[in-house]
Nanobody
Framework: QVELMESGGGLVQPGGSLGLSCGASRKIFGLLGMGWYRQVPGKQREHVAGITVDGVINYADSVKGRFTISRGSANTMVHLQMDSLKPEDTAVYYC???????????WGQGTQVTVSS
């Protein structure tokens, strides 16, 4: 079983920056890609950013130009640098690793990001 551990959430003022990291407990075979999602109470979890093992990156329109996703060595870590944060970025952020075959996805436990003055 693989565990994903996130770190880096917290409280930041509008316009500020915050970095999130997510690490896997071991190297994952069959890894397809890594990504970040976020969720606010009463709403569906939404995709924020993703990166494939080949380095192809995509972002949600709402974060383009402000967030940067990157991966660590051996594809066991993924980072999300968040700049120019807005109150609407407030959410619980989850990392997700996608793999070929069951269970198909591993999820982190979530970390709270609050953007408020």
């Amino acid at each position: 079983q693989v565990e994903l551990m996130e770190s880096g959430g917290g409280l930041v003022q509008p316009g500020g920056s915050l970095g999130l990291s997510c690490g896997a407990s071991r190297k994952i075979f069959g890894l397809l890609g890594m990504g970040w999602y976020r969720q606010v109470p009463g709403k569906q979890r939404e995709h924020v950013a993703g990166i494939t093992v080949d380095g192809v990156i995509n972002y949600a329109d709402s974060v383009k130009g402000r967030f940067t996703i990157s991966r660590g060595s051996a594809n066991t870590m993924v980072h999300l640098q968040m700049d120019s944060l807005k109150p609407e970025d407030t959410a619980v952020y989850y990392c997700r690793f996608a793999i070929l075959g069951a269970p198909y996805y591993y999820w982190g436990q979530g970390t709270q990001v609050t953007v408020s003055s």
